[in-house]
């Protein structure tokens, strides 16, 4: 600040102290790093945690306060005012409000994005916080005295009004409007004093809390779970819950919560995808019954409020929901559990890139209760923490049930060639499990009929012309579709560059439910993919089918790797294991070891033993020896060593720089720039690049990065935080699309 700036803020501070006049710190949603200063002269000020309306620029916004600013803090001569106060009382409670100002430090995010990412939509638009109250009408004494007929010649409407009131004394406001009468109507009668509003009890009320009934008896390996994790007492401590497919996980999360509801306490469950696991769902709502609410993106905009407000009331004593419920209001803390931990869908991919998991333990540490990370296939992070003690680590090896571990063999594709994705002892295994009358799932991640349209003249497959990657061939619309960028065009089988025929090669999940109909014409073929779930309830509907014993074969990609309970499926093809072996990305066995196991834990459950056959080129892989021998342990033991050795996380961390634009030269200068800018700070921290994306050109953008590691996380944030103000300042930046990615999952 300059001197004279310096002299006119205190003059303005002696100002507002003889005033009434405060002056507050609201985060609003504009790319500011932290929260910006208003004047408040209304008495009492809005509260820490409410939501306000101010102006940046010319523009309005909804804003939620920060603090009370003290005296002495303010950083400006003139403010301007706070234009409106919508709450009494604070949306976001002091502790969330405490976790969102360090997630923006953290994850070196604007505050003002981050606060708004725990509103649900409506409340960033205004609405107000409280539920709407439901009113009803009566008549006043003069409303009593009018003269109907006389008041009908003049205004129908109006007597109508009045008549309806004459019959009834009360009459709810929301069935006077379902006879065509409005708000606006019932308030000018009430003006002139014939009408009076009054408030309706709330809806029914929620009844009290329980914690479940019809609890199947404990298996000897969920016993010890759930006395290790009852001797831990209800404050915070992480635990790692390693528990193959079918092991109980899902029973032991919801004694967990029966005995903190009964505690009059919240629990809060995260899980990857609401969509694809309806059954779960449904086994928490016949055990909680209306104590649930759900908190996923699929919701309308006022379901999603409702929810919000049954979280923040305290009526909702069970909180699922995907990413964003790490949000959620909890008044009454008890318990947060994240299911399928390892699932990559709890990173946020754009915008605000924060991890739910993450924050999940952080918000658990903060609010004092205890947090279970549940997973038959725990990520690398979880399982080092837990192999250093700083999580408890708790295991179920067993299935529930006698169907014991599947068999699992691989089938060398160098031997065995594969027509249209499937081998020949694929389709034996296939023809046997059908005449047992078993299911079948066969994984392959890959939609569309062909990853390629190819010339054999010319050797080339068709490029996208705005990615590095091929069209892939959708036969079934005759059409070439970019699964990166969404470009698509009508598939012309000549080459445009000798005409000679081209053919499809390879094999999507079209391709196997076309090869599997002529194969087994007497068997019903399902399709689990984007395109063939599209549709609104579509997915459901093909699940139901599963569940139903209607499809005999069910063909997909990664969504049949979610925790799916089919007891008929006996056995699962994985037809393609290699993209995931040879990956550029550090976490590419991780992934694809998770995959395998989970599509696998779809084998035999209940009393059927199930068989996985696993199709690849390199049956000799390490990873394959892991997963016959159902390892996973094994497998992330050998997997953290290689780690270490390389210095990836969890043995260092890493923060991406990312920068993209239509133009290769720019996205270059700028991150030359950040490069030699960090070099320049002689951090601890490792500046590597700048390098291009794994995939340079996507969508007509050319895109790299900068890459910054350290063993220590003090020192990267140093870094990021001295670099931050400069970027901003360049005029490289604003050529640019550029982000920061801190903790990425993907380089
Ligand atoms: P996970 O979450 O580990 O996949 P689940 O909790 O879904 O396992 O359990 C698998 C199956 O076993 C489910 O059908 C569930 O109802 C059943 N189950 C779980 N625990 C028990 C138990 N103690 N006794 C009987 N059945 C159980
Ligand atoms: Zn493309």
């Known amino acids: 600040m300059t001197a004279s700036l310096e002299n006119q803020a205190a003059e303005f501070q002696s100002q507002i102290m003889t005033s009434d006049a405060s002056v507050v710190c609201v985060a609003v949603p504009v790319r500011v790093?932290?929260?910006?200063?208003?004047?408040?002269?209304?008495?009492?000020?809005?509260?820490?945690?409410?939501?306000?309306?101010?102006?940046?620029?010319?523009?309005?916004?909804?804003?939620?306060?920060?603090?009370?600013?003290?005296?002495?803090?303010?950083?400006?001569?003139?403010?301007k005012p706070v234009l409106e106060i919508l709450d009494e009382t604070p949306v976001i409670d002091a502790p969330l409000l405490a976790m969102l100002s360090w997630c923006a430090t953290y994850y070196h995010h604007p505050i003002g994005d981050v606060v708004v990412a725990a509103l649900p939509a409506l409340l960033r638009r205004g609405r107000p916080a409280q539920p709407d109250l439901e009113y009803a009408w009566t008549l006043t004494a003069a409303g009593r005295a009018i003269d109907l007929t006389a008041l009908a010649r003049r205004a129908s409407r109006q007597a109508?009004?009045?008549?309806?009131?004459?019959?009834?004394?009360?009459?709810?406001?929301?069935?006077?409007?379902?006879?065509g009468h409005t708000r606006a109507e019932l308030v000018k009668l009430a003006e002139r004093g014939w009408l009076e509003r009054h408030e309706l009890a709330p809806g029914p009320p929620v009844p009290p809390r329980h914690g479940g009934s019809n609890e199947p008896t404990l298996s000897p390996d969920q016993a010890e779970a759930l006395a290790a994790l009852d001797a831990a007492g209800p404050g915070f401590g992480a635990s790692l819950l390693h528990g193959v497919t079918g092991s109980?996980?899902?029973?032991v999360y919801m004694r967990l919560i029966g005995e903190r509801l009964r505690r009059g306490r919240q629990a809060l469950l995260l899980v990857p995808e609401i969509s694809l696991t309806p059954q779960l769902v449904a086994r928490l709502r016949e055990r909680f019954g209306r104590q649930l609410a759900v908190m996923h993106s699929a919701l309308t905009d006022a379901e999603r409020l409702r929810a919000w407000q049954a979280c923040r009331s305290g009526d909702a004593g069970l909180i699922v929901g995907t990413r964003s419920a790490v949000f959620a209001p909890l008044p009454h803390p008890g318990l947060i559990v994240v299911d399928e931990e390892h699932d990559a869908s709890f990173k946020q991919g754009d915008g605000f890139r924060y991890s739910a998991r993450d924050l999940a333990v952080y918000r658990a540490?903060?609010?004092?209760?205890?947090?279970?990370?549940?997973?038959?296939?725990?990520?690398?992070?979880?399982?080092?923490?837990?192999?250093r003690r700083r999580y408890r680590l708790l295991q179920l090896p067993?299935?529930?049930?006698?169907?014991?571990?599947?068999?699992?063999?691989?089938?060398?594709?160098?031997?065995?060639?594969?027509?249209?994705?499937?081998?020949?002892?694929?389709?034996?295994?296939?023809?046997?499990?059908?005449?047992?009358?078993?299911?079948?799932?066969?994984?392959?991640?890959?939609?569309?009929?062909?990853?390629?349209?190819?010339?054999?003249?010319?050797?080339?497959?068709e490029e996208c012309n705005r990615c590095d990657a091929r069209m892939t061939v959708h036969a079934t619309r005759g059409k070439l579709r970019c699964h990166h960028c969404g470009a698509g065009h009508a598939l012309a089988w000549g080459c445009p560059h000798c005409g000679a025929e081209r053919i499809a090669v390879g094999a999507g999940t079209q391709r196997v439910g076309e090869a599997l109909r002529a194969l087994f014409p007497a068997a019903r073929i399902g399709r689990l993919d984007r395109d063939a779930t599209s549709r609104r309830g579509s997915l459901e509907a093909v699940l139901a089918d599963v569940a139903a014993g209607s499809i005999d074969v069910l063909v997909g990609t990664q969504m049949l790797a979610k925790g799916h309970d089919f007891p008929n499926v006996t056995l699962v093809g994985v037809l393609n294991a290699d993209q995931g072996l040879f990956g550029t990305d550090f976490r590419s066995n991780e992934r694809?070891?998770?995959?395998?196991?989970?599509?696998?834990?779809?084998?035999?459950?209940?009393?059927?033993?199930?068989?996985?056959?696993?199709?690849?080129?390199?049956?000799?892989?390490?990873l394959f020896g892991y997963l016959k021998e159902q390892d996973y342990s094994a497998f992330a033991a050998e997997a953290l060593a290689e780690r270490e050795a390389a210095r990836w996380p969890p043995f260092s961390h890493l923060v991406v720089i990312r920068a993209e634009a239509t133009?290769?030269?720019?996205?270059?200068?700028?991150?030359?720039?950040?490069?030699?800018?960090?070099?320049?700070?002689?951090?601890?921290?490792?500046?590597?690049?700048?390098?291009?994306?794994?995939?340079?050109?996507?969508?007509?953008?050319?895109?790299?990065?900068?890459?910054?590691?350290?063993?220590?996380?003090?020192?990267?944030?140093?870094?990021?935080?001295?670099?931050?103000?400069?970027?901003?300042s360049w005029p490289e930046s604003r050529r640019v699309r550029w982000s920061i990615d801190v903790d990425p999952l993907e380089l």
């Not at 109508?160 to 006879?179: G, N, S, Y």
């Not at 609010?367 to 192999?387: F, K, M, Q, R, W």
């Not at 995939?695 to 020192?715: D, I, W």
């Open 33 to 79: 790093d932290a929260g910006l200063q208003y004047l408040c002269d209304r008495s009492p000020p809005p509260p820490v945690g409410g939501r306000v309306v101010v102006t940046v620029g010319r523009k309005q916004h909804i804003g939620v306060v920060l603090e009370h600013v003290p005296e002495g803090a303010v950083t400006a001569a003139k403010l």
């Open 160 to 179: 109508r009004i009045i008549e309806a009131l004459t019959d009834e004394p009360h009459v709810a406001e929301t069935a006077l409007r379902a006879r």
């Open 365 to 387: 540490q903060q609010l004092d209760i205890p947090i279970v990370l549940g997973s038959a296939t725990p990520s690398l992070e979880s399982y080092y923490n837990a192999s």
């Open 592 to 622: 694809l070891a998770q995959t395998i196991v989970q599509v696998s834990g779809r084998a035999g459950r209940a009393d059927r033993p199930g068989e996985v056959l696993i199709q690849s080129h390199y049956p000799g892989h390490p």
């Open 398 to 461: 067993r299935r529930i049930g006698s169907a014991g571990t599947p068999r699992v063999r691989v089938i060398d594709l160098g031997r065995h060639a594969a027509h249209d994705g499937l081998s020949t002892p694929m389709v034996e295994a296939i023809t046997g499990h059908l005449a047992a009358g078993q299911q079948i799932m066969l994984f392959l991640n890959r939609r569309g009929f062909a990853p390629a349209l190819f010339c054999m003249e010319c050797c080339r497959a």
């Open 663 to 728: 133009e290769r030269q720019p996205v270059f200068a700028f991150l030359d720039r950040i490069a030699d800018a960090a070099r320049a700070q002689r951090s601890e921290a490792a500046v590597h690049g700048p390098a291009p994306a794994a995939m340079e050109r996507r969508g007509g953008r050319h895109r790299a990065q900068v890459l910054l590691q350290s063993p220590r996380r003090g020192p990267l944030h140093s870094l990021v935080d001295a670099l931050k103000p400069d970027i901003r």
């Open 248 to 251: 109980g996980k899902t029973e």
